[in-house]
């Protein structure tokens, strides 16, 4: 019979600076899609701290698998996923641990267990090796290494994997400098086929770099994906970042308290409060940075972003007597 683990994990969150986090959801390898995974309480806070314990892991087929949990905030805006990866597999009769007594390698593609390339190894119930590999014939660009090793008792681990890069020398020793970079979102389109980006040439870049997210990019994970190209018509390796869509409403906000308008807005914002009160207002960019703050609101006022780059910014609005908030988001155009 097939023994199932039970999963049980630690893990931190936190939303940045405008909600506290009040649910959170698991699913395995598959998103069903924001909202729809599987509930698991929290103890609602500005961060959580927690144990998810006893996560049953019944159903799942022997071999890796893909735990991903993620929070929502009082704002109803949810977190990217955190993972982690667990393994389901049916024990063998003999529980004793067995010295490791062989390992072998491919790269890239797996040849099926036992079949790949074998590794002289010091047999012990741990080891500690140096391996020389060759990587001859191989193609220029990306290669993955995939290592694994065999214990007594005939059971391969997981492989453990490595990424390196091979590279035909060429007449030119010298380092060149960086002279163009390119981006792409999600799939790559081909090396010098995405789409090129401004730098600042030289034997390093430390650019500032604006990239447009396509209008139609749907709303979720994705992935930015950045290279650089230097004299000698050589690509780097690709450097990527996860970040995540989730549309915007672009309209005036109205409230039983106050209103905001225009939203988007080229130079200013009106705040008008319909009754007297105890009010400020933070004012944050989309990475939580605050950029400044009024305290002692009147009824009506008017906030100048003429000086603030373009984007989307939160206002941060506090009712002191009542010991409310409201959040709204805006865009500077």
Known sequence: ???????????????????????????????????NGTSIPVTTGNTIDENFSSIPTTGLAEGLHTLHIRVKGTSDVWSLYKRAYFYIQTPTTNSTPQNIIAAEYFIDTDPGVGSANPDVVTQGMTISETFTIATTGLADGLHVLHIRVKDADDTWSLYKRAYFYTHSQNSNPTATHIIAAEYFFDTDPGVGS?????????FSIDDDLLIQVPNDMTNGDHYLYLRAQDQDNTWSLYKRALFNVDALSVEDFNSESFDIFPNPTKNNININFKQFGDYSITVYNISGKEIFQLEKLEVNNRLDLTTYASGVYILNIKDHANNTFQNVRIVKL
Do not use: H, R, W
């Open 194 to 202: 995405a789409t090129s980006i401004g730098i600042t040439q030289g």
């Open 1 to 35: 019979m097939k023994n199932l683990l039970t999963v049980i994990v630690f893990m931190c969150f936190s939303i940045s600076g405008f909600s506290q986090i009040t649910d959170a959801e698991y699913f395995f390898d598959t998103d069903p899609g924001v909202d």
